[in-house]
């Protein structure tokens, strides 16, 4: 059955891509539907992790705004209310290679809720978008499965935020996944609480050498030397200004050698904040399992069962060995996984190695990756390596590992964003021309989760970060445009309209062609 109701815009996947996406579209008045598998909202942020870590770089490594809209917008409200850590902007920090603003995922969670009803947004939950119907080549609407039953849903534009780009593979958009071999591990995370923080700080302070530096070296690697950050942990007060705490190196070998530790990944983990200024430990890289592609249900059952196995190892080892942890305990474990990779949208534009490298603006720039994290071909690990280059930065050397990008914050992130480039492409075959409603159907963009975005075949169907919500904000204020103007998304980017949109240029920086210190928001 189709329901009488017909939306101007249906948001598919309520992650955080999803609800800037709704939140932008609500904003211009477009009559909007999200709907969601589960019953709340979040998707990764709730649901697998991470402690708010997704609020990383809102300021870049000179420690000036780099993110802006929805984003920037939910965190100080979080803020106000006791429910976020303050940026941290410590010296140390600002030159390194990302910093961290965290929010309490469980608060976001409830702001969320509350501003849905602010901005008069429609909710669905518990709800799978199985399919999507058509009019010849043209996107209509979705089909739902719910307590109801399978029926569908009229709308005039639908984005996917689905993660995985489940919707946009329905209707026939190209798709493009990495290999089972070559896919990054995914993790499943927990979060711990009655940590002894006095006691963990003393052994940091007397043992800076057993943790991590190249984060906060990374990109300029000739401001912060090892010693500044061992000076750093040396001088600590306070656990939060660290951030995340990964290496625990002789504790973790000694472990090792006793049989007690697991060779999958480092030992670490980042803060949550709780309500009354109370941190919780959230371990987000304690197991790690390859080989497991988001789009078969037999590989993600094994992951889980096998990072399970991990976790209990990395759980154990901490218990045992970590000093603060004798009494600590798991006061939760997620119930989905944290998935670094997955199925790729193709989009209408592809951004070359070029584009990157050269901070390539265009004309429908609605925003700008800023996140350090390497960007890799999905046919290669080693793509930034070999041929990236930023010519405004110092160092002009590219560089992947550990998600490390080098100086590309030194002017504003590297690719543009244009719009085009989350929309999908049509079957193959089909006239190159986007249909009307087809262009309609617009599709969340970026690198894996985690991942940056700036080279591959085409978007990833996970909206590559969080501050993308910013984006997502626009494309939903774009997508009220489309309906209104009867202009497709890709050429709003090149007409008048976009003037009154902010964010326009999404490049902070003064110095770049096109950058005026927009922030890309809603
Ligand atoms: C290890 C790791 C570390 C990361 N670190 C950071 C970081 O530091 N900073 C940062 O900004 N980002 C980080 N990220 C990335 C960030 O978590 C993701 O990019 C972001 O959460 C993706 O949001 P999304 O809304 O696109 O997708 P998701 O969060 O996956 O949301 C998708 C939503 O769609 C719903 N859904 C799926 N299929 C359907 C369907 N068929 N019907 C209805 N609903 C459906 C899901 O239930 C879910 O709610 C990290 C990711 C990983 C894996």
Redesign the pocket.
């Known amino acids: 059955m189709a329901y009488d109701t017909i939306y101007d815009v249906i948001v598919?996947?309520?992650?955080?891509?999803?609800?800037a996406a709704a939140i932008g579209a609500a904003r211009t008045g477009a009559k909007t539907l999200l709907?969601?598998?589960?019953g709340?909202?979040?998707?990764?942020?709730?649901?697998?992790?991470?402690p708010g870590?997704?609020?990383?770089?809102l300021f870049n490594p000179q420690g000036k705004r780099d993110i802006g809209g929805i984003v920037e917008e939910t965190y100080q409200r979080l803020f106000r209310t006791g429910h976020a850590l303050p940026h941290l902007r410590y010296p140390v920090r600002e030159k390194a290679g990302?910093s961290?603003s965290y929010v309490d995922p469980e608060w976001w969670t409830m702001l969320m809720f509350e501003m849905m009803d602010e901005e008069g947004v429609e909710l669905l939950l518990d709800?799978?978008?199985?399919g999507v119907t058509k009019d010849g080549g043209a996107v209509t609407g979705i089909t739902?499965e719910n307590a109801n039953g399978r029926n569908e849903i009229r709308g005039k534009i639908v984005i996917d935020?689905?993660?995985?780009g489940?919707?946009a593979a329905q209707a026939g958009c190209q798709m493009d996944c990495v290999s089972r071999e070559d896919i990054q591990p995914?993790?499943l995370?927990f979060t711990v609480d009655g940590v002894d923080w006095d006691t963990l700080l003393t052994y940091i302070r007397e043992h800076p050498e057993q943790f991590s530096y190249r984060q906060l070296i990374f990109p300029y690697e000739n401001a912060n030397t090892q010693e500044d950050v061992m000076e750093m942990y040396r001088k600590c007060h306070d656990i939060t200004e660290l951030g995340e705490l990964m290496g625990f190196y002789q504790l973790r070998d000694m472990a090792f050698k006793n049989g007690d530790w697991h060779p999958y990944s480092g030992a670490g983990f980042f803060l949550t904040p709780r309500e009354g200024g109370h941190i919780q430990a959230h371990f987000?890289?304690s197991s790690q399992v390859d080989h497991a592609l988001p789009t078969d249900a037999w590989d993600l059952t094994r992951c889980m069962v096998e990072c399970r196995k991990q976790n209990l190892i990395a759980w154990r080892f901490f218990k045992n060995y970590v000093p603060g942890f004798k009494n600590a305990y798991i006061t939760k474990v997620c119930t989905?996984l944290?998935?670094?990779e997955g199925p790729r949208i193709v989009g209408d534009y592809i951004l070359t190695r070029d584009d990157v490298a050269e901070c390539r603006q265009f004309a429908d720039t609605i925003g700008k990756s800023s996140?350090k994290?390497g960007a890799y071909h999905v046919s290669s690990m080693d793509t930034l390596n070999a041929c990236v280059t930023y010519p405004h930065h110092p160092r002009r050397r590219g560089h992947h590992g550990g998600g490390g990008q080098a100086g590309e914050t030194d002017c504003c992130g590297p690719p543009a964003g244009p719009v085009r480039r989350a929309c999908g492409r049509p079957p193959a075959g089909a006239d190159g021309t986007l249909p009307r409603a087809e262009a309609g159907l617009c599709l969340?963009g970026d690198g894996?989760?985690?991942?940056g975005p700036a080279v591959g075949p085409g978007p990833s169907?996970?909206?590559?970060?969080?501050?993308?919500?910013g984006v997502?904000g626009v494309f939903g204020r774009f997508s009220q445009l489309a309906v209104s103007t009867e202009v497709s998304h890709e050429n709003i980017g090149n007409r008048p309209q976009r003037d009154g949109l902010p964010g326009r240029d999404g490049c902070g920086h003064p110095g770049h062609p096109g950058g005026r210190g927009a922030q890309p928001g809603v």
């Open positions: 598919c996947g309520a992650g955080t891509s999803g609800v709907v969601e598998r589960t709340t909202m979040g998707g990764q942020m709730s649901l697998s992790g991470p870590f997704a609020y990383a770089r990302y961290f709800t799978l978008v199985v739902v935020c689905t993660g995985e489940y919707v995914h993790t995370a987000q890289h989905e944290r998935l670094r996140f994290a969340p894996g989760a985690g991942r169907a996970r909206a590559v970060l969080l501050k993308y919500g997502f």
